[in-house]
């Protein structure tokens, strides 16, 4: 029950996501951080995934992986909380967790090849949300350790067709809290 509840709460953050890209004067029940915090993925030495947040102000109580394009919108992969409250920049291992982070629902022993990925943060009382990252296995496979990926924005240099940005932790620093 937990995770459909959960699933209608994070539809409607990615509802709203997409509807602020389109029209600034969208209005959501579940303020989007766009520009007070923003996701983005990175990989460690050995290639297994790592989360990132930057949070401008406020907190994040936790963290969201799930699959776009599922039969029924989305679906669930992964959960994470933590505490204290995420603040400021923060990583941590998507399969273990650790650095505050606890793994609420496990992510599957592989990720499957061909599917596309959403990582957000949200605060359990919905008052913020962090921009989401989309990311398959070919774009994990791709980075680099200390290489992020998140979403800079359609208009941003250097993004590709979709505003998805691939650059250094402190260039991603910078765009999360201009």
């Given at each position: 029950?937990r995770?459909r ?9 990615v ?26 993925v ?27 394009g599922?039969?029924?919108?989305s ?8 505490t204290?409250?995420a ?11 650790g650095?505050g982070?606890s793994?609420?629902?496990p992510m599957?022993?592989?990720l ?15 008052s ?7 990311f ?24 590709d067709?979709?505003?998805?940005r691939?650059?250094?932790?402190e ?6 809290c201009?």
């Open positions: 029950m995770g509840v959960r699933g209608r709460a994070r539809r409607a953050v509802t709203c996501v997409g509807a602020v890209a389109l029209a600034s004067s969208a209005a959501c029940t579940v303020p989007v951080a766009g520009i007070t915090g923003i996701t983005g990175t990989v460690t030495e050995d290639g297994r995934p790592v989360g990132v947040l930057m949070v401008c102000h406020d907190h994040i109580d936790g963290a969201t992986l799930y699959e776009d599922a039969q029924d919108g679906e669930t992969v992964a959960e994470w909380s933590r204290p409250p603040e400021g920049l923060v990583t941590w291992p998507l399969t273990t967790g650095g982070w793994v609420d629902d599957p022993a592989a499957e090849k061909g599917r596309t990925y959403s990582l957000y943060g949200w605060t359990s009382d919905n913020w949300s962090t921009a989401h990252v989309t398959t296995l070919a774009d994990l496979a791709g980075l680099r350790p200390g290489r992020v990926r998140y979403f800079a924005g359609d208009d941003a240099p250097g993004a067709r979709d505003g998805r691939t650059a250094s932790m260039e991603f620093r910078a765009d999360a201009p």
